[in-house]
């Protein structure tokens, strides 16, 4: 027969209640476990990044540019006439003296002009030698004038004595003694006029020969000008050096002030080297540099610093003081570096990619077993072209991550591998 069993409906449900409620709990725990978890560090290669040690000791501080060799004497040639180009005697890279001809050029108007001038000073000159002559001439005869006179007013006052002396013996008349008196008196009056007149005619020849001889400089002055203009014509090289640039063809024309040709001495050379906006505050005139070109490195130190910022760059002039090494020629590529100073004792690392001076930027260091590495806020200082100064962050002896690491900036761990 059936028995009947008792109901658990109940129990059922009380146990179904309970397990929901053991796995809505457990369901939470585990949320709440997983939130607090780290999210998973990536993974990079270690082959890829490049590391180094923090050191404490001497740090130089550097600065670093690109720049180009030039010459200190460089002469442009500008031409002095309107003219036209004959003929090219001289290529760039030739060997030049002073007196090399490097181009020949023609101006028909300038020759009849010089020849006008040659004529127009023979003529002044002419014109003052004849006025001289006429001059000497006129003050020759005021001369002789005069001298008449003081004979005949001497000869007066000789006669004059005698009247005189025959009137008192009594042997004269008062009256012959007044009128060689007076004869005496009127020639020495005309004696004096004529020496004011000689002297006159002596300050007026020397007046007309000044005027003309003015003139005569005046036209000797044209004519040397035109003259040079002509020999200007045979372009000369006026220093020793290398010719560079002759910017102009045969049959151009050429307009006064145009430069023609560049001439520089391949000897003397210097370094404009190009400095970051940035790093050039530091940079004073006299400290020492040297120049990289490649083939060796020279000496030198810094001889001038340009006032104006061009395309986010300072353009530093650095006079060499020794030898230049072998092939260094204008224009040639160089890397300049230049000394700014020798700093004692400084905490200090190899410069991080994005590191800049006086600036606050995160790092990764790596752990002790260097499996590892953290993001840490790093406070910089003071840099070089390799180096840069650590104000507060790092201790001696941390390795840190100096390689580009912008893409894990979501990150503060990476793991290595």
């Known amino acids: 027969m059936d028995i009947q069993r008792p109901s658990n409906a109940r129990a059922k449900k009380i146990r179904r209640i309970i397990y929901s409620l053991v796995a809505v709990l457990c369901l939470a725990g585990a ?31 550097e600065m670093r540019g690109l720049g180009t060799l030039i010459p200190e004497d460089i002469r442009w040639i500008a031409a002095q006439t309107d003219s036209r180009v004959d003929r090219i005697v001289l290529r760039p890279g030739a060997i030049v003296k002073p007196d ?79 009128l060689s008196k007076v004869r005496e008196e009127q020639l020495a009056i005309r004696t004096a006029l004529e020496t004011e007149r000689t002297k006159n005619a002596a300050d007026t020849m020397s007046s007309r020969l000044l005027a003309q001889s003015t003139k005569v400089q005046e036209q000797k002055a044209l004519y040397e000008l035109r003259k040079s203009q002509l020999d200007a014509l045979h372009v000369r090289a ?62 030198g130190h810094v001889s001038r610093i340009d006032p104006s910022v061009q395309n986010g760059t300072v353009t530093v002039d650095v006079a060499i003081d020794g030898p230049l090494p072998l092939g260094a020629r204008p224009d040639l590529s160089v890397d300049g570096t230049v000394e700014i100073e020798n700093l004692k004792d400084v905490l200090f690392v190899g410069r991080p ?6 600036s606050t930027i995160g790092i990764f260091k790596l752990d002790a077993d260097g499996s590892e590495a953290s993001r840490v806020n790093v406070k910089l200082g003071r ?34 591998r």
């Open 238 to 299: 006026g220093i020793d050096g290398v010719l560079q640039v002759v910017p102009v063809d045969v049959g151009q024309h050429i307009t006064p002030g145009l430069n023609i040709a560049r001439v520089a001495d391949p000897k003397k050379l210097k370094a404009e080297i190009k400095i970051a906006e940035t790093q050039a505050k530091d940079i004073a005139i006299g400290q020492k540099a040297s120049i990289d070109t490649r083939n060796g490195i020279a000496a």
């Open 31 to 61: 949320t709440v476990g997983l939130s607090r978890l780290r999210p998973a560090a990536p993974s990079v290669e270690r082959a890829t990044i490049w590391t180094d040690d923090v050191k404490r000791g001497p740090m130089l501080r």
């Open 353 to 358: 990619v994005h590191g800049q001076s006086d």
């Open 100 to 178: 090399s001809i490097i181009l020949e050029l023609s101006d028909p108007e300038l020759q009849r002009n010089t020849l006008d001038a040659e004529f127009q000073l023979k003529g002044a000159e002419a014109d003052y030698e004849n006025l001289k002559v006429q001059l000497q001439s006129d003050l020759l005869n005021q001369k002789a004038n005069a001298a008449s006179v003081r004979s005949d007013y001497e000869q007066a006052k000789i006669q004059h004595g005698v009247d005189e002396k025959l009137r008192q013996e009594g042997l004269g008349s008062q009256l012959n003694a007044d």
């Open 383 to 416: 840099s070089s072209v390799n180096t840069i100064e650590i104000v507060s962050g790092l201790s001696v002896g941390d390795k840190v991550i100096l390689s580009d690491m912008s893409q894990w900036d979501t990150y503060d761990r990476i793991r290595l």
